[in-house]
């Protein structure tokens, strides 16, 4: 039957970006190493109570994994895949931007940059996962894991040798332009 001869034809057309066993692997490690690394940073702020976890973690590292792989399936130019990564930033910009809340008197207490920095850095893990570059994503998890498990910690305990941070006094003068 000479259509259904087309239709497998046309199937393995389809799936021509894993034209070997190699590259199938290579894509399989990339994405997997991606989620996992979003996955324990997910982890880590589900574990705080932090509104953004492990799925949109894990999420941001595949998609941004995703973003750059295809363009360097593709044979991409470098100077063509800096643009990539430049709208890729941008794009995870202006969903971390989404977590950042002001509140409180006069909108001047922030919540949220901390959930942000670490959704714009597993972006960049996913992009280092993406790129091939899975030592460089797997040191940058740790790091920011130290960073979020255990700088907490050492602050805590410089407070209990040096003492909390004194809040201004509510009459002191702000650092405010007056009003025009």
């Known amino acids: 039957m000479a259509w259904v001869d087309e239709v497998l034809d046309t199937v393995a057309a389809e799936f021509s970006d894993a034209g070997d066993v190699a590259q199938f692997t290579r894509i399989v490690i990339r994405l997997t190493f991606a ?15 932090k509104a953004a976890g492990v799925r949109t973690h894990m999420l941001v590292a ?7 792989l295809i363009p360097q399936q593709t044979g991409i130019v470098p100077a063509d895949m800096s643009r990539v990564i430049q709208g890729l930033v941008a794009g995870v910009g202006f969903l971390c931007a989404g977590t ?19 959704l714009w850095m597993t972006a960049a893990i996913g992009m280092a996962c993406g790129l091939g570059r899975e030592t460089t994503a797997i040191l940058s998890t740790l790091l920011a894991l130290a960073v979020l498990m255990l700088v907490p910690r050492a602050v805590a305990l410089l407070e209990r040798v040096v003492g909390p941070r004194q809040a201004p006094p509510e009459n002191a003068a702000d650092d405010r332009a007056p009003p025009r």
């Open 35 to 49: 989620s996992v690394l979003g996955f324990a940073l997910g982890f880590e702020r589900e574990q705080q109570g």
């Open 62 to 68: 595949v998609g941004s994994a995703l973003f750059v």
């Open 100 to 118: 950042i809340l002001k509140h409180g008197r006069d909108e001047q207490q922030v919540q949220g940059l901390t959930t942000a920095a670490g």
